[in-house]
C-alpha cells in the first residue's frame, strides 16, 4: 500500500533572522523558538505551540513523501522511516521523496501529515505527538 505524506517545516529566510536576531516580533521570535524545542510558557501543549506557529505562518510545505509498503506497517515505524529520511540517512524502506522548496532535515517541531488518513504529527524532542484538532491549508 503507498501511504503519502507532506511534511511542514519552518524555513528561514533572511527577514525571518532579521525578525529573530533584532527582536522586531519578539512573539514571533518566541514562537519560532518555542517549535525548535517544542517548549512555550505555562506547560502549552504541543498543539497549542503549533498553532501560534501557524498563527505567525511560521510553516511552509517542503517536501512530500510517498513510503510503499504494506498495509499492516505501524504508523509509528512509517514515521520513523520518514525522519530517517529527512535527515538523509541511507534505508532500506521504501520512500520516494520530493523536495518542493529548500529546507533543513527533518526535526523536532516539524509536522508530517499523513494525506491518507489525514492525521498530523509534530516531531517531538523523542517521538511524535498526534496533534488534535489541526488543520492545515495546503496553498498551490
Request: aromatic share 8%.
Amino acid at each position: 500500500m503507498l501511504h503519502s505524506y507532506l511534511i511542514y517545516q519552518r524555513p528561514l529566510d533572511d527577514e525571518l533572522i532579521d525578525i529573530i536576531n533584532t527582536g522586531r516580533n519578539k512573539p514571533m521570535a518566541d514562537a519560532y523558538f518555542n517549535l525548535s524545542i517544542m517548549q512555550g510558557k505555562d506547560n502549552a501543549t504541543p498543539e497549542k505551540i503549533v498553532h501560534t506557529g501557524m498563527v505567525y505562518s511560521l510553516y511552509q510545505p517542503t517536501m512530500f513523501m510517498q513510503f510503499a509498503g504494506s498495509e499492516k506497517t505501524l504508523e509509528s515505524t512509517r514515521l520513523e522511516a520518514i525522519f530517517t529520511e529527512g535527515n538523509g540517512i541511507e534505508q532500506d524502506n521504501p520512500i520516494k521523496t520530493t523536495h518542493l522548496m529548500k529546507h533543513s532535515s527533518l526535526s523536532v517541531g516539524d509536522i508530517v501529515v499523513n494525506l491518507l488518513d489525514n492525521i498530523a504529527f509534530v516531531c517531538m524532542p523523542t517521538g511524535w505527538h498526534e496533534l488534535e484538532d489541526t488543520t492545515l491549508e495546503l496553498n498551490v
